[in-house]
């Protein structure tokens, strides 16, 4: 009798010893993989709010007219001073048009409080979704994006309105994990697998026995609209676990490498080779790298001021494409 009940208190000492361990586990897994999503993923989330604008993207290091910016300084042929153009677009590509507008606007044209663009700036920051539906409803005259979204093309049809999409630039559409993750590189099925939920654990695609926390953007950005244009026909299933395992999300090479810095303790992060391939400046120049997306000036068909069209047709002159490529970005051949 006294054997047995000395036993019951061991084995709840042992059972809460392997409870805490369990526990500890659990907190260890969270605190690694989800420093993708918290602090880099969570950071690239499309902005339309006041608030979240200034967190998606650092609007101030980018600003033009401004000596320590890092944006792209040239000074344009084309100059604007009259009936200018309020341009808008993705964050990924804010580097790019706020360089446009160093080019060729005034200093003067840009008002910028410290933390937005105020609403008489000819330059503006409203993301992909904010870009697309200010040119639909008339408040923008050029949006700088990547091909929109099935809801933002039936929006403008909703309102009666044609877009025209003028390339301007290419890019490539990346996957990337922790930069801890031993998986250096999948194929697009594996990928089209991963976002279908047909795999579920990182040793199904050659990695370790943990499960794949797959991330996703905002409906309307123009990196999910991307995603969905790789799935094409494939239905995206949300992954309710993303606070376990490893992570994988997907953003624009330059977001990852330039802007935000993949090897930056807020970054952490490796790209993903597809099918063999490394997304670098030469594989999207050369096509070898499957995902390849362009970049697009937005604008609607029939614009009356003829500003908008002298600065596209700029944008793709030797001085525009020298933008689109100091910006870490591939231009027109």
Known sequence: MAKTTAKAPLDRRKLTGQLLSLGTLVLLFVMLNLTVFFVFTRRCLPATSEGMQAKS?????????EEDSRIVKLDGSLKLTEDLPVIDGAAALYPIFSGFVNAVYPDDSVH?????????SALQYTNTRGAYKGIVDGTVDIAICVAPSEEQLAYAKEKGVELEFTPIGREAFVFFVNKDNPVDGLTTEQLRGIYAGEYRNWSE??????????????????????????????????????????????????YVEGMVGKDSPE?????????????DTENIKNGSYPIINELYAVTRKG???????????????EEGQAIVEGSGYVGME
Do not use: C
């Not at 910028?112 to 008489?120: L, R």
């Not at 309307?220 to 992954?239: I, R, W, Y």
């Not at 970054?267 to 997304?279: N, Q, R």
């Open 267 to 279: 970054g952490g992060v490796k790209l993903l080779a597809l099918d063999g391939v490394y997304p």
């Open 112 to 120: 910028f409080d410290g933390e937005n663009f105020t609403p008489d």
């Open 205 to 254: 695609v050659g990695g370790d026995n943990t499960h794949i926390a797959v991330l996703q953007r905002n409906a309307g950005s123009g990196s999910q609209s991307a995603l969905l244009n790789f799935m094409g026909d494939t239905p995206v299933k949300t992954d309710y676990l993303t606070f376990m395992g490893r992570s994988i999300g997907f953003s624009f090479r330059f």
């Open 57 to 65: 993207v650092e609007l101030g290091a980018y600003l033009p007219f």
């Open 303 to 317: 614009e009356e001021n003829p500003n908008v069209q002298a600065f596209v047709d700029w944008m793709l002159t």
